[in-house]
């Protein structure tokens, strides 16, 4: 099984600054990493794909990057709705698996 | 509007068993794989199973192998979580997702299993 390690656990920073999240895969995963958003009560929608490719929608202040077993979340200039939980995920082997989420909140 | 929505949760006494389901709508629902995720309280997501598009792969997590059934019927335009031998560590919210994209290579298509549709899940609590 590959391991899915996100850090930091908890980030805080203030509307405007930018947010850098981390994701390690225990054995390369090539490019098949996932980012998740999610927010109190809602379900986790889908942000990038293929470690950098930006799902249908999202704004392009959201960047990913990385390949093998260290990837990157890169918030630009964080926005009031961008406080949430946010779940690396690997898809390059089975079984699935998920990053212990990092919580970005307002400093 | 692509939409999943599931239903069939709810309180169950440990060692007993619960079918969830996930009505699809909005999308061809037969040329996608299809996963159910779930969510403990308070925690962080977890990969319970996947399953293509005609039922001949299934995958499971370790913990619930032997217990749950993943199945779809593709005429019903509905994914379904057979859930035996219920234990209290199977409390969660259970999200069934639509995975997307894919590729050739010598001539074969390969899938790629990130999950880009979500429905807002059905809580599933183990508790006597």
């Known amino acids: 099984e590959i391991m899915m390690t996100q850090s930091p656990a908890t980030l805080s920073v203030s509307p405007g600054e930018r947010a850098t999240l981390s994701c390690r895969a225990s054995?390369?995963?090539?490019?098949?990493l996932a980012w998740y958003q999610q927010k109190p009560g809602q379900a986790p929608r889908l942000l990038i794909y293929?470690?950098?490719s930006r799902a249908t929608g999202i704004p392009a202040r959201f960047s990913g990057s990385g390949s093998g077993t260290e990837f990157t979340l890169t918030i630009s200039s964080l926005q009031s709705e961008d406080f949430a939980v946010y779940y690396c995920?690997?898809?390059?082997?089975?079984?699935?698996?998920f990053g212990g989420g990092t919580k970005v909140e307002i400093k | 509007e692509v939409q999943l929505v599931e239903s069939g949760g709810g309180l169950v006494q440990p060692g007993g068993s619960l079918r969830l389901s996930c009505a699809a709508s909005?999308?061809?629902?037969?040329?996608?794989?299809l996963s159910w995720v779930r969510q403990a309280p308070g925690k962080g997501l977890e990969w319970v199973a996947n399953?293509?598009?005609?039922?001949?792969?299934?995958y499971y997590v370790d913990s619930v192998k032997g217990r749950f059934t993943i199945s779809r019927d593709n005429a019903k335009n509905s994914l379904y979580l057979q859930m035996n031998s219920l234990r209290a560590e199977d409390t969660a919210v259970y999200y069934c997702?639509?995975?997307?994209?894919?590729?050739?290579?010598?001539?074969?298509?390969?899938?790629?299993?990130?999950?880009?549709?979500w429905g807002k899940g059905t809580t599933v609590t183990v508790s006597s």
């Open positions: 995920q690997q898809y390059n082997n089975w079984p699935l698996t």
């Open positions: 399953i293509n598009q005609d039922e001949s792969e299934k």
């Open positions: 997702a639509r995975n997307s994209g894919s590729y050739y290579e010598a001539g074969r298509k390969y899938y790629y299993y990130y999950m880009d549709v």
């Open positions: 054995q390369s995963v090539s490019s098949d």
């Open positions: 293929g470690a950098s």
């Open positions: 909005g999308f061809t629902f037969s040329n996608f794989w």
